[in-house]
Structures are given as C-alpha cells and as structure tokens.
C-alpha cells in the first residue's frame, strides 16, 4: 500500500486490508501527518480483522474439543 493521501484512497485501502497491514498503516499516520479520522479509520478495520481473526481461533478450539 502506498501512502494514503484522501480519505477515498484510505477507505478503498481498507477494504481488503490485512491485520498486518493495518498495523504498519497505523504506525506510518502516528508517524507522519497524525490526521485523526485516518488513524481512527485504520483502528476501525484493524479491530475488524483482528476480532475476526480471534472468532475463528475460538471456532477451532471448540471444534478440535
């Protein structure tokens, strides 16, 4: 992912963004401009994916039971 510059190419971003991803994303704004929307939006799907992540971790401890 390149450097996000508008709010349309963050949002686009997003939509497939990894967990990996959004942590580097997150870094790079905390480092760079700090725009709030932008970091808030990052932690949005970060939260997203990492819950999903955890859901299906769940999932297959209780299916291996």
């Known amino acids: 992912m390149n450097e996000l510059r508008t709010w349309v190419a963050l949002?686009?971003?997003m939509q497939s963004?990894?967990?990996e991803q959004c942590l580097k994303l997150l870094a790079a704004e905390k480092k760079g401009?700090?725009?709030k929307?932008?970091?808030l939006r990052i932690h949005s799907r970060l939260n997203?994916?990492?819950a999903a992540r955890e859901?299906?971790?769940l999932a297959k401890l209780a299916s291996d039971a």
Request: charged fraction near 50%; aromatic fraction near 6%; avoid cysteine.
């Open 55 to 57: 859901r299906a971790e």
């Open 48 to 50: 997203r994916v990492r």
């Open 17 to 19: 963004a990894t967990e």
């Open 11 to 13: 949002n686009e971003a």
């Open 37 to 39: 929307q932008f970091m």
């Open 33 to 35: 401009k700090r725009r």
